[in-house]
């Protein structure tokens, strides 16, 4: 569970500090629209501050993953630059770090045939997230990729041979059908050595962010401020945001989760603790709260904002990223691929 998860997180800090080269990060998202703080401060931070510490980054562009609950992946030229614009205003470094997009390595895809049939259907059945998943969804149908799609991540994950894996609670799940797999694989395959780590899950302070309406922020629910949105946008969504009507504010994500996500949010962007921001505000009552976020929140977006913007201008750029992660990915890919072939016995 969250728990077990973020004590092992802790252990892992530790560790990336002693040894960043023993790492390699695979993470990503889908391209359905800009990325919002609930990714920020559950994995882009980490992303980041992870590759400036001497971690490998694999940023995947999950764009088949587009598909689980959607009928058409919808402006996905746009969404993709989109995601890439987010990575680079983050402060991800093409340079060091290589961001790719799911379809263009046909190799990475190919791993999900020998992986299906290491996981049982029931096993896919109990997945909880992609339980909540079918319940937002706007499809009436469940497709096959949806019900799926966790074995598609372990590919994702695995492809490059990734150890470690930043990212939100809803993905806790996911990470264990990884391990599975890689466990699984290695048993059958493996005579002896591990083809695949089994990765860890990375959990951020914010493993959880709320959206406006005091369920997880997503770009699906309308609830989310996005990394780009202006300053005036921020502000109108952050006072729209759901909160209780206690004037006294205090820190009790457990009691008084609406008011305690927007204390963290503050917190995370103050560089502080979430009581000691709530002590501030004191008894000032949820409109006090809402300014001192939304100030918070704006001042530590400016600059990841305006970095933002100039990248937009240049869109050849963008598109060179791209192009370069692709191959990157698909390299590395073959190499798995021919390997994974290799413990299969297919030597022809
Ligand atoms: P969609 O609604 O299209 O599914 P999403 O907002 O749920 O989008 P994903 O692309 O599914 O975002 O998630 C990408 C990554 O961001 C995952 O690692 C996920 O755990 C993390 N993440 C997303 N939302 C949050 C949140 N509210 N708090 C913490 N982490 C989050
Ligand atoms: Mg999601």
Do not use: W
Request: aromatic content about 6%; glycine content about 6%.
């Amino acid at each position: 569970g969250t728990s077990a998860a973020r004590t092992r997180s802790a252990v892992l800090e530790r560790q990336i500090l002693e040894d960043p080269g023993r790492f390699r990060i695979l993470t990503g998202d889908r391209p359905t629209g800009r990325l919002h703080l609930g990714h920020y401060f559950g994995t882009l931070h980490n992303r980041v501050r992870l590759q400036d510490l001497g971690v490998e980054l694999f940023v995947i562009v999950a764009d088949y993953q587009v598909l689980t609950d959607r009928d058409v992946a919808d402006r996905l030229t746009e969404h993709v630059e989109e995601l890439v614009l987010d990575h680079l205003a983050i402060g991800v470094d093409p340079e060091r770090s290589t961001v790719f997009t799911h379809s263009a390595v046909p190799a990475l895809n190919q791993l999900l045939l020998p992986f299906l049939s290491l996981v049982s259907v029931a096993e896919l059945n109990r997945n909880p997230t992609v339980k909540d998943e079918i319940a937002h969804s706007r499809q009436s149908a469940v497709s096959g990729l949806m019900f799926t799609y966790p074995v598609h991540q372990a590919a994702d994950i695995l492809f490059c041979k990734a150890n470690l894996v930043p990212v939100g609670q809803d993905q806790l799940p996911h990470l264990e059908v990884t391990r599975t797999v890689a466990r699984r694989f290695n048993d059958r395959y493996g005579s002896g050595t591990a083809v695949f780590p089994e990765p860890d899950a990375l959990l951020s302070e914010a493993p959880l962010l709320l959206g406006t309406d005091g369920t997880k922020m997503s770009k699906s629910r309308g609830n989310s401020i996005a990394l780009a949105a202006g300053a005036d946008e921020t502000a109108r969504l952050i006072k729209g945001a759901k909160t209780d009507s206690e004037r006294h504010i205090a820190y009790d994500p457990a009691g008084r989760p609406e008011v305690s996500s927007l204390l963290l949010l503050a917190a995370l962007c103050q560089g502080r603790t979430p009581e000691e921001v709530a002590d501030d505000i004191g008894s000032a009552g949820a409109a006090a709260l809402k300014r001192t976020v939304t100030e918070s929140v704006n001042e530590y977006l400016a600059p990841i904002r305006s970095r933002r913007a100039e990248y937009a201008r240049d869109r050849a750029y963008v598109l060179r990223i791209l192009r370069e992660g692709n191959e990157r990915a698909r390299a590395v890919a073959d190499a798995t691929l021919a390997e994974v072939r290799a413990a299969m016995n297919s030597r022809y």
